[in-house]
């Protein structure tokens, strides 16, 4: 019998055969896949992240937009996803001017090995705080849990496996648009930006991430322009100081119809 492959990448789950421990019958599960995807920017290898091994370019965009790599998709020239024996390369080409500030970034995170954050050198840099834009939309808790309720109906991946996170876009009210998932939250939620940066998306839409908020998912938000963002789980206390500083209104614990609102509940009507 051939040697199984440890890292597959042709598809985002796998059957395989468990045995139960009551019955000791032998049944097919099926488990999530997550492969080493390396994002190279113009020949040069930048990082490695595990992730399900779909919606790659929408996660080179995302991943490109979030880190603040380039600042519109204008600034990609091409995306190619080439996978490999042991996992998938994305070559990103980028323009002359971001690929040199990427590489004046990358000198800067040389041989400082005992800093915890990567090199940063403050907490600006730390934070990355984007430049979101101000607006007054308000959202109806109505379609807040309408979401609630087509959220979880759309996550095929998570209904197979059990082991994966989605990050969901909707319109005003609370009627999806674009749904991504993936084992990571925050890739979850970079696939997501990416399918939608093509999107002339309004500024009454808002997200539903499967996960917890942390301050990472505060701030692609923001990449995205928009003003809430609804997670299934907790927020950090940095997640909603940080809500609060860039006025964004951050829900939490948001189950069935029931949600708790952290920061800036003046925008939920209803």
Sequence with gaps: MAKEKLIQSSHSYH?????????EEIVEDILAEETP?????????????????CDLEDFAKGFSITEGIIDNLSEIYSIDVSKKENGVEINIEISSEKFSRLKELRRNLIGRTGCGLCGAESLDQVLK????KKNSSKFLASSIKNALKQ???QQELQKKTGATHASGL?????????LREDVGRHNALDKLIGASSNLNVPDN?????????SYEMIQKVAYMNLNLLVAISAPTALAKRLASKLKITLVGFARNSHFNCYTHPERIIG
């Design 15 to 23: 059957v395989v055969k468990i045995q139960k421990s009551k019955t």
């Design 37 to 53: 995807v390396a994002i190279v920017f113009n020949g040069i290898s930048h990082v490695v992240m595990m992730t399900s091994p």
């Design 129 to 132: 705080i984007p430049d979101i």
């Design 151 to 153: 959220f979880p109906t």
């Design 170 to 178: 909707f319109d005003s009210d609370g009627k999806l648009i674009i």
């Design 205 to 213: 839409y808002f997200v539903i991430t499967s996960s917890r908020a």
